[in-house]
């Protein structure tokens, strides 16, 4: 946050854009380029903070990377509670606006169960691509029963099966993130390789895993 406050010029605060132009072309040349967003963008209504494992970024960075050529926002992760359900419901404001000015999918944290079910699409050159987003926790957060708020987890096979076929039969491929697995290792645990077989019998064409 401090380099792109220094790399920012008059009258905006945050400029992340300089920090990617060794990969922009990467990302403007894609058909779709998709984004783990693992820090929460809270609307402006919360402390930007990047430490202690509680994540909040400035306004600015979501605008840089659709600008930057991102067309797909995944944003079930570990951090999705970092500032509570208000945090939560902040970010879904900040992305509700941004799909509204711009051609991108944000998926992975939801209003409510039916906006859960209600699977994202992109139509690219022909084709229909479904996009879906679980996680296997929450930093021990969870989100309350008195919550409306959804955020899938990855035991909950049951709803990613019945999502992921639903998927398969609308779309002409399915994507699917997932957020998982342990940090710092290189070895893959076998029930991550096992939901992974699952979830392609069940439809997935693409599996990102990210964490």
């Known amino acids: 946050y401090r380099n792109a406050q220094e790399l920012a010029g008059a009258g905006v605060e945050y400029?992340?854009?300089p920090m990617y132009e060794?990969?922009?072309d990467i990302i403007e040349s894609a058909d779709v380029s998709i984004i783990n967003q693992e820090t929460l963008i809270c609307n402006?209504?919360?402390e930007i903070s990047g430490a202690?494992?509680?994540f909040n970024s400035p306004v600015e960075l979501g605008q840089d990377m659709i600008d930057l050529g991102f067309d797909v926002f995944t944003i079930a992760n570990n951090h999705v509670l970092d500032k509570g359900t208000g945090g939560l419901s902040a970010t879904l404001d900040y992305w509700d606006k941004k799909t509204a000015e711009n051609d991108i999918v944000v998926c992975g944290a939801y209003r409510?169960?039916?906006d859960s079910n209600n699977i994202r699409t992109m139509e690219v050159d022909g084709v229909t691509i479904a996009f879906l987003a679980y996680t296997e926790h929450m930093n021990g957060y969870s989100i309350?029963?008195?919550s409306d708020l959804r955020v899938i987890l990855t035991d909950e096979e049951d709803v990613m099966e019945a999502q992921i076929r639903q998927a398969s039969e609308i779309a002409d491929i399915v994507i699917t993130s997932v957020h998982w697995g342990v940090e710092d290792v290189h070895t893959v645990a076998q029930e991550r390789r096992d939901l992974a077989q699952k979830m392609v019998e069940w439809g997935s064409d693409?599996?990102?895993?990210?964490?």
């Open 52 to 54: 202690n494992f509680n």
């Open 144 to 146: 309350p029963s008195d």
């Open 206 to 211: 693409v599996i990102i895993g990210t964490h």
């Open 22 to 24: 060794n990969v922009r």
């Open 112 to 114: 409510d169960e039916a």
């Open 15 to 17: 400029d992340f854009k």
């Open 44 to 46: 402006g209504e919360y």
